[in-house]
């Protein structure tokens, strides 16, 4: 059996006895990653070598082991890592190096994690099944036939296979959890603001958050309670105290209010999806909570205003990916040619879709029409949001409509594609933390379970979570892919 199977605690108790070295744990994801990864496409860059160093460097230190150190990491590759390949999954990144690391590692290095490589993602995170990959597509380790969900599907196939310990994605319009939800790990985006986003490859600013993709829902408050923080490098970083977020996984929910949506439990969720949403709600009422339907009035408009507003923003943010600074470059006859040449052959076609949605909806005589008035519906989200809190503890209701569908299934159709995320755009067009985890299978596939607090309660959210976890019924291993998992 795979040693990254195993809860952190447990991991770090059997590092701290020295049941396993670090080289057990390096050796056991590199094995893992040679039996599944040829299958998956998970990784775009593997440091074999360096992992191997970090970990016999590790076994011959002598020091306090912290409740990270040695486990092996997979990081989306959009966050930056000095000396290491990061091309956000675009060919116009293709050879870019960072000479500086996200702050997100500054503090996971701190910890004395071991980070395997670079997760495959969406380009740019712009997608919602890991196909738009600049590279090669990821496959889902529960069938191979479908997606893991995007644009951190990289991350969670990582996961749910037991190539890594744990994972690092990033969340824009719900690109931590619906890969979680689709793969059968647990998924957390923080609330807009928690964590840095300094060395993360902008999308779009006013969204984009990074978040950790783990195997239970307390390695996802042992990797929060690292990664969160105020920071000065980066100007949307909230100065608010970051709690013990693993002293909040007391079980107890008696009494609490849970608020459901009835727009998530109607017409355009799959029946098999409903029905596990149902039964994880059920758990939570015998576990004394409260449950109740409210309505958010707003969110058949979510969508809409996301891709509005998200593209808005990745219009601006990729302008710098013109072949001058850095980058990929194909030489023209003159510098406009350059740049055209350029941009057309290093950008996928979604990217640029989502670049020309956004240069349209920003220019003269349009802005009012259309981002002006997608800001003005984003702030009524949020007010949805806000009233329900004004009496509920948590919403709580599908991470997405279905299951993983099928490669290529949605790829003709970008407007199905982008209603698989109207379970997740709301809650980030609002900021709020979100978890995804899993509450069952429907036809053999993972259902994944959101739940939403208010801003900054990460410590809510983990503890209803991992109250209902406790509950749950234990689920089998995805078996798509070879090796003993």
Known sequence: MS??????????????????????????????I????????TFLYKDEEGVRERARQLDERKGDLTPLSALPLGVKDNISTKNMLTTAGSKILANYTPLYNATVMEHLEKEQVNLVGKMNMDEFGMGSSNENSGYFEVRNPWDLNRVPGG???????????????????????????????????????????????????AFASSLDQIGPITRNVEDAAYVLQTIAGHDPMDSTSADVDVPDYLSSLSGDINGLQVAVPQEWMGEGIDSGVKEKVKRALQVLEREGAVVEEVSLPHMDYAVAAYYLLAPAEASSNLARYDGVRYGHRIEGENLVDMFERTRSNGFGDEVKRRIMLGTYSLSS???????????????????????????????????????????KEKTVDPLTMYLNDICTIPVSLAGLPAISLPCGLSEGLPVGLQIIGRPFDETGVLKVAHAYEQQREPLPEPNAVGGEV
């Open 34 to 41: 040679g039996e599944t990864d040829d299958q998956l496409g």
């Open 151 to 201: 644009s951190s599907g990289g991350s969670a196939a990582a996961v749910a296979s037991n190539q890594v310990s744990f994972a690092l994605g990033s969340d824009t319009g719900g690109s931590i959890r619906q890969p979680a939800a689709f793969c059968g790990v647990v998924g957390l985006k923080p609330t807009y603001g928690r964590v840095s986003r300094f060395g993360l490859i």
């Open 365 to 407: 005589g349009y802005y009012d029409a259309y981002y002006l008035k997608a800001q003005k519906v984003r702030t009524l989200i949020r007010q949805d949001f806000e009233k329900i809190f004004n009496r509920y503890d948590v919403v709580v209701g599908p991470t997405a409509p279905t299951t993983a569908f099928k490669m």
């Open 3 to 32: 040693l990254l199977k195993q809860p952190i605690r447990v991991l770090h108790k059997q590092l701290k006895n020295r049941e396993i070295s670090a080289v057990d744990l390096a050796e056991d994801s590199l094995k893992r």
